[in-house]
């Protein structure tokens, strides 16, 4: 069954054209960065994540994302800035993506913020020939693949408040394509769109709900559709449950080890049929948030 992914991987990643979509995350919440430039510097403190996922566990050349971001907003004005990585590797297929982000906040009313957010973006594809066994060793059509590198920029919105919010993003403006030297696209870009929203409800002292939602939609794809509901217990202890719609069901947990230190995981089970063939998809995350005795806070915001 591992060689039957293995030779399907090949034949998305390298010998027909496919339109690449992003990274893939359960807890997208926590890492808002990635899909959102707008989210840069909304926390009001700075803010290290990272976070690491493995997909289809069990299956020869599944997907594994590696990710890494930092943002804050700058000093007493209305600026944030934020930078980011992501890796991920399918079968002989590897893309590395290095993108920087500014936003700019304005105060609608007491409660309101809008922020405007610009995504720079530069992308490099590979391909590792040697992970390849073709019948024919010296097919031309695999030798002429080559290296990639892609500029890209993308933009977004954030509306918020201590309670909810709403974005809507794309993060990838350019529609790219990665070439063989035979002017053969193997990788194609496509626009991604994303709209995302939730609400934290104070059910008592000690217990929060947040329901949200995420949408993406990207040409050549079916609609993806997100909806979670997470429980924060004692601004500590969290824990929630998550569908994607036709695609996987979610379990995730959480912990606030301290004040700057919050750790999480997600569990995901295909509801397709691949899940006969893997043991789920898992992903971990740590974000630190710098706090000073001037923005330090006592209650954690949820989002």
Do not use: C
């Amino acid at each position: 069954m591992k060689t039957r992914f293995l030779i399907f991987v090949l034949m998305l990643a390298g010998f027909s054209s496919w339109a690449q979509q992003d990274s893939q995350y359960t807890m997208y919440m926590y890492n808002t960065i990635n899909i959102n430039p707008a989210y840069a510097g909304s926390r009001g403190v700075m803010s290290l994540f990272g976070l690491h996922r493995s997909q289809w566990v069990g299956m020869d050349g599944a997907p594994v994302t590696n990710a890494a971001s930092l943002n804050s907003p700058i000093g007493e004005s209305n600026l944030g800035i934020g930078l980011s990585f992501v890796n991920d590797r399918i079968g002989p297929t590897t893309e590395n993506q290095f993108s920087a982000d500014i936003s700019y906040t304005i105060r609608t009313d007491e409660f309101h913020k809008l922020s405007f957010g610009i995504k720079g973006t530069a992308n490099m594809f590979g391909l590792d020939r040697g992970k390849l066994t073709p019948e024919e060793q010296n097919d031309p059509s695999l030798q002429a693949v080559r290296n990639d590198f892609s500029p890209n920029i993308g933009a977004g919105v954030y509306w918020h408040t201590d309670k909810y919010y709403i974005g809507l993003s794309v993060p990838n403006f350019i529609e790219n394509n990665n070439w063989a030297e035979n002017d053969r696209a193997i990788n194609k870009e496509r626009m991604n769109y994303y709209l995302i929203g939730g609400y934290v409800f104070d059910l008592n002292p000690m217990w929060k709900l947040k329901p949200a939602v995420l949408t993406k939609a990207i040409t050549g794809a079916p609609l993806q559709v997100d909806v979670s509901l997470n429980t924060l217990y004692d601004d500590r202890f969290m824990l929630g449950a998550a569908y994607r719609w036709d695609a996987a069901a979610s379990l995730m947990a959480g912990f606030q080890i301290s004040q700057g230190l919050f750790i999480g995981y997600g569990y995901d089970m295909e509801t397709t049929r691949l899940r006969q063939y893997n043991s789920g998809s898992h992903e971990v995350f740590l974000r630190y948030e710098f706090f000073s005795n001037k923005n330090k806070i006592i209650s954690p915001r949820f989002f």
